[in-house]
């Protein structure tokens, strides 16, 4: 396929994938909007509703990384990302889909494929020295924001799926288990922030961990409130550290 027909292909996945998104909340599919699907499976994973804003600043991102592409039709580097930016999109919409249809099983193997996708792109940006400052804002943030808010949402469609099937737990309580979920995320966004250099990453680990506290700390759910609170505190030092280290070596 031509570097024409690539973007003109990847433009229209992207529009797809915004009207999906929002006739899920404007019509709203299968008579419940993505919220109240939620509600269906109350896990103590998902954050408060106001922490899926992020959405709003990924398309963002995606619509720059589109309009990049086009302003740059003969960058063979951004046409290795074109086909797998598709199936982004297309895999984005799926999921909507399966989820508004009550199909949680089916939900995470369309989230998995999905964090699978993005974890080709993110491989392919690193191996591919996207290093300007244009290349940075338009091409390496856009995906970093979202592999990394799909790495949180992967864990809390996995956690909805396990409350749909009634799992209480084992021999841990739920409250333990998100407490081990939360580090999980916070570990992911310390390694690939160090590994990669992609500071954005821990960003929107820190967002989806204050959104958990936002939503439980007027609760009995203190050991998550407090562990929130424990991690945002660490990764932040780390952060700060990141950004000293990398203005020496500079």
């Known amino acids: 396929m031509s570097s024409t027909a690539l973007r003109i292909a990847s433009t229209g996945a ?3 994938t915004l009207v999906v998104n929002a ?15 939620s509600a269906l499976y109350p896990s103590l994973f998902t ?32 046409d290795r990302l074109q086909s797998w930016f598709i199936v982004t999109c297309v895999l984005n919409a799926s999921w909507i889909l399966v ?37 940075i804002i338009c091409v390496s ?20 799926l396990l409350v749909s099937a009634e799992w209480q737990g084992g021999f ?24 990669f250099g992609t500071p954005a990453f821990i960003f929107v680990v820190m967002w989806a ?5 936002i939503r439980w700390q007027d609760s009995e759910y203190k050991l998550i409130v407090t ?7 660490v990764l932040a030092g780390f952060l700060i550290y990141y950004f000293k280290s990398r203005k020496v070596s500079h």
């Open 14 to 16: 992207l529009l797809i």
């Open 23 to 37: 006739l899920a909340n404007i019509l709203p599919i299968n008579g419940l909007n993505t919220g109240e699907v």
């Open 47 to 78: 954050p408060a509703g106001i922490t899926f804003s992020i959405w709003t600043v990924i398309y963002i991102l995606l619509i720059g990384f589109v309009v990049f592409s086009w302003l740059n039709r003969s960058d063979a580097r951004i």
């Open 99 to 135: 989820w508004h249809f009550l199909l949680p099983a089916l939900s995470v193997v369309v989230m998995l494929m999905l964090l699978g996708a993005l974890l080709t792109i993110f491989r392919i940006i690193q191996s591919s020295q996207f290093l300007s400052t244009k290349e």
């Open 141 to 160: 943030l856009p995906f970093t924001f979202y592999l990394a808010w799909i790495c949180v949402a992967t864990i809390a469609n996995v956690s909805a």
């Open 172 to 195: 841990l309580s739920p409250e333990i288990w998100t407490v081990l979920m939360m580090v999980v995320a916070a570990i992911l966004g310390f390694v690939v922030t160090r590994q």
């Open 209 to 213: 961990l204050l959104g958990i506290y």
């Open 227 to 233: 562990s929130a609170i424990l991690l945002e505190v």
